[in-house]
């Protein structure tokens, strides 16, 4: 009989679910004008992306996914987290990128950031042009 390792520590799901969810409300961004072959984007953190895609994935789900923002483009694979019918016959995916690179995670940073800026000078000439 092998010695049991006591050395590490038994999380609470909940607590690791509330821990993700805090993670991602701090590191997801809204974008604008990045392309992605899966759909349009929603939102982007270096962990995963958010996509109104015309038709669903199956929960768990891998594929490669093309970004692209005219100049740059990368290629990373995500992995279905959840999909949900969205109100237009459309679906948002959820999609986790699990095995990230050193140097995509700079290229998803800086593409979370160029486009946040983008998305945020959008929405204020929208608000502006309104009122």
């Known amino acids: ?44 953190s270096p962990r995963g992306i958010r996509v109104l895609a015309e038709k669903p994935w199956h929960e768990g789900h891998t594929r490669l996914l093309t970004l692209t923002d005219g ?16 109100a237009d016959r459309h679906h948002v995916l959820g999609l986790a990128f699990d095995h990230v690179e050193p140097h995509q995670e700079g290229m998803l940073l800086r593409f979370a950031t160029e486009h946040a800026a983008a998305s945020s000078q959008l929405n204020g000439a929208e608000g502006g042009a309104g009122r």
Do not use: F, K, Y
């Open 71 to 86: 100049p740059h483009s990368m290629t990373i694979e995500a992995r279905c987290v959840w999909s949900r019918p969205d």
């Open 1 to 44: 009989m092998s010695p049991r390792n006591t050395s590490s520590p038994v999380l609470d799901p909940r607590s690791q679910e509330s821990s993700r969810t805090e993670r991602r409300r701090t590191e997801r961004t809204g974008v604008a004008h990045l392309v992605c072959d899966a759909g349009g984007v929603i939102d982007l």
